[in-house]
């Protein structure tokens, strides 16, 4: 078992420093969807809260690291986006 460390802060709502052994990131968003910055990749994630279903998916600013498939962002990322906010909309109403 090895030895973690995370710990996120709150600067504004909506947007957290997040500090752990591998460096500091920054994240933008809150449920249903969020992008991690580190580095020169950028990490999406979008869910619908309270059910455990999410989409990650993670992108490199450096093109020589982006293979072909991972260029744009995939047709699943937006079903799961609409998906999403969808069950927001009901819940919220």
């Known amino acids: 078992m090895g030895l973690r460390f995370r710990k996120r802060i709150k600067i504004l709502p909506g947007l957290w ?9 920054t994240s933008v968003g809150g449920k249903g969807l969020t992008v991690n ?3 020169d990749k950028t990490r ?7 059910s455990g279903l999410s989409y990650t998916e993670t992108t490199s600013r450096n093109p020589s690291k982006v293979t072909p ?18 069950v927001m909309v009901i819940l919220v109403h």
């Open 44 to 50: 999406t994630t979008v869910g619908i809260p309270g």
């Open 17 to 25: 420093l997040n500090l752990s052994k591998s460096g500091i990131s």
């Open 69 to 86: 498939e991972r260029q744009g962002i995939s047709a699943r990322f937006w079903l799961l986006l609409i998906v999403a906010v969808g």
């Open 37 to 39: 910055i580190k580095d």
